[in-house]
C-alpha cells in the first residue's frame, strides 16, 4: 500500500520535496535520532580527502557536461562550462543560467531551479563537502567511518547535516540526514550501483526502508 502510494505520488513530480509527505506517511516506520556531535580538525579532513581521491574529484572539477535523468521524471542537461543547465519535467523545458541570482528567476525557473539544486545533490554531493559554508567532523560509527558535513550557506536549505559512512576504500555507502525538509532526523539512504564515467565515479541507486531513488542515462563530457 506504502509503495503504491509513493509511486502515485512520485508521478505527480517533486524531487525532495516529495520526502514531506513520504515521511508523514510512514512517520511510525521512525524514530527521531539527534544530530551526532562530531570533532573537526586533521582527521576530518584526511577523511574528506580519501572520499574525493576515491571518486576522482580532479577529473570530475574539469568536466564540461554532464546529463542525468532523477527518478524517471526530471531531466538535466547541465552545462558545467557555462554555467547553464536545461530541466525538463511534465510538459515543462526551462533553461537555467546559473550565474543568476536565485531571487531573479520566475515562478517557473525557481521551481526548475529547486528541483536541480536538490536532485543534482543526490549525484555529486560527494564532491561538494568542500564547497563554501561546508564544515566537517568525523565521528566513529559502527558500519565504517563518519564524516559528518553540515553546510552553513548555500543550496535551497541551508543548513542542513549529511553523516556519510564510508568504507575502507574511500567510498560512501550510505548517508543520514538531518535537513529541514525531513521533519524526521537520522534517516539513512545508501550510495550504491556505482558506475565509473570520465574516470569518475557515480553512485546511481540510494535506497532506504521506504524509498529508492534512482539515477538513469547519466552522460559525462
Not at 556505482?194 to 546511481?204: A, N, Q, V, Y
Request: no cysteine.
Amino acid at each position: 500500500m506504502i509503495k503504491k502510494a509513493l509511486k502515485i505520488v512520485l508521478k505527480a513530480g517533486g524531487g525532495l520535496l516529495l520526502l514531506i509527505f513520504i515521511v508523514s506517511l510512514v512517520t511510525y516506520l521512525f524514530v527521531n535520532e539527534p544530530k551526532p556531535n562530531g570533532v573537526s580538525g586533521d582527521r576530518a579532513e584526511q577523511l574528506a580527502d580519501e572520499m574525493l581521491a576515491a571518486l576522482n574529484k580532479p577529473a570530475y572539477d574539469t568536466l564540461a557536461y554532464l546529463e542525468f535523468t532523477f527518478k524517471g521524471i526530471h531531466h538535466y542537461k547541465w552545462d558545467r562550462e557555462n554555467n547553464r543547465v536545461l530541466v525538463n519535467w511534465r510538459k515543462n523545458e526551462v533553461l537555467l543560467d546559473l550565474n543568476l541570482k536565485p531571487e531573479s528567476y520566475d515562478e517557473v525557473e525557481t521551481t526548475a531551479y529547486k528541483y536541480f539544486i536538490n536532485d543534482s545533490f543526490w549525484l555529486v554531493a560527494p564532491f561538494k563537502v568542500r564547497d563554501d559554508g561546508a564544515l566537517r567532523f568525523t565521528l566513529d560509527v559502527e558500519e565504517g567511518r563518519g564524516l559528518l558535513v553540515t553546510y552553513t550557506s548555500g543550496g535551497v536549505t541551508p543548513g542542513d547535516s549529511y553523516l556519510w559512512i564510508i568504507d575502507d576504500n574511500g567510498f560512501p555507502q550510505a548517508w543520514k540526514l538531518w535537513t529541514s525538509i525531513v521533519p524526521i532526523g537520522g534517516v539513512e539512504f545508501s550510495w550504491e550501483n556505482w558506475e565509473k564515467l570520465g574516470g569518475i565515479h557515480f553512485s546511481t541507486l540510494h535506497k532506504s526502508s521506504i524509498l529508492n531513488l534512482d539515477i538513469s542515462e547519466l552522460v559525462v563530457r
